[in-house]
């Protein structure tokens, strides 16, 4: 039974972490004119109001997109910059910010003609709200699992291949579960981009996720976390956002650190991003 609702954390610090992260891999792929296969194992809802009661019950978005738009005159980082331009389109109106997008969202933006999108949603409730979003025709909207659903589609036709995993981990087999989904999205499209999220708590769960992707022989592990508060600040709750990148496009860490350098202030004293290979070559 899924009980997890993802509006009741729109536009928190982590979904800039990984909204961020995934415009700059999208960014990057526009480069190229060979077609791609976009796929999210967990979809949402697709777009989030800031003023449902869901989001407006803890406005975590407070600690995330809001003091960033706040402030965003005066951000000079064109990675950020371009993201948060990217943010103002999202809005009915443009001075003001009243919607989060969501990954489905995201990565309906770079699609061009000859790419896909394949969204999975597994809680109905959610599935019926993504439905009521209007995407681009190549944006497919599947109800069912994510982690088989990608498995059962690999190869596939496109000659790129770009995941987002993005579960909400009510289960802990769900940290192992990922790990060797990933390994298997691997052997089966070697140079795919895989990104995937993790929560930072206090219990460490995301070491079996990350040990086991190391264990896995899956190489080039990009790693990086973003930290609202220290670690051992809390005994429970999220402190941190996590992604991985396999594959992660040439230049990536470096335009996500100046970003983050403009972004880390702005979240507060105590956030700070740390980045580095987890697996190298
Ligand atoms: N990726 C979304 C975004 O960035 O806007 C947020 C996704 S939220 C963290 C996780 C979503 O996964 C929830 O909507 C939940 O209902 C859905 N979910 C949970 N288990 C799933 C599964 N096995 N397959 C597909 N979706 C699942």
């Known amino acids: ?42 979809a949402g809802r697709g777009l989030y109001p800031l003023a449902t009661k869901e989001t407006q019950r803890l406005q975590e978005y407070r600690e995330g997109i809001w003091p960033l738009w706040q402030t965003r005159e005066q951000l000079s980082d064109p990675l950020l910059n371009g993201w948060l331009n990217a943010v103002t389109a999202a809005q009915p109106e443009a001075q003001e910010l009243t919607l989060y997008p969501g990954s489905p969202w ?18 109905p409730g959610e599935h019926q709200h993504l439905n009521a979003q209007t995407l681009p ?7 069912g699992d994510g982690l088989a659903g990608l498995a059962a589609m690999l190869p596939v036709a496109t000659p790129r291949l770009c995941v987002l995993i993005d579960p909400s981990f009510e289960r802990k087999a769900e940290y192992q579960e990922v790990a060797d989904t990933a390994a298997y999205t691997l052997e089966k499209a070697r140079h ?23 264990a896995s022989g899956v190489r080039k592990i990009w790693r990086s976390e973003l930290l609202l508060r220290a670690p051992g600040e809390q005994t429970h709750g999220m402190y941190g956002s996590g ?25 507060g004293e105590k956030s700070r991003h740390v980045a580095q290979w987890w697996v190298e070559e």
């Open 1 to 42: 039974m899924l009980s997890y609702q993802h509006a009741y954390h729109a536009g928190n610090f982590a979904d800039v972490h990984k909204h961020l992260t995934l415009y700059a891999v999208t960014d990057y792929l526009l480069r190229k004119k060979t077609a791609i296969t976009y796929i999210d194992t967990h």
């Open 243 to 267: 992604m991985l990148v396999i594959n992660p496009p040439w230049g990536l860490g470096e335009r996500l650190a100046a970003a983050m350098a403009e972004i880390t202030p702005c979240l």
């Open 192 to 214: 795919g981009i895989v990104l995937i999220w993790y929560p930072l708590l206090p219990a460490g769960h995301h070491h079996t996720l990350l040990d086991t992707l190391k």
């Open 137 to 143: 025709p190549q944006a497919q909207r599947i109800y």
């Open 106 to 123: 995201w990565l309906s933006q770079p699609l061009r003609e000859h790419d896909r999108l394949r969204l999975f949603e597994l809680h």
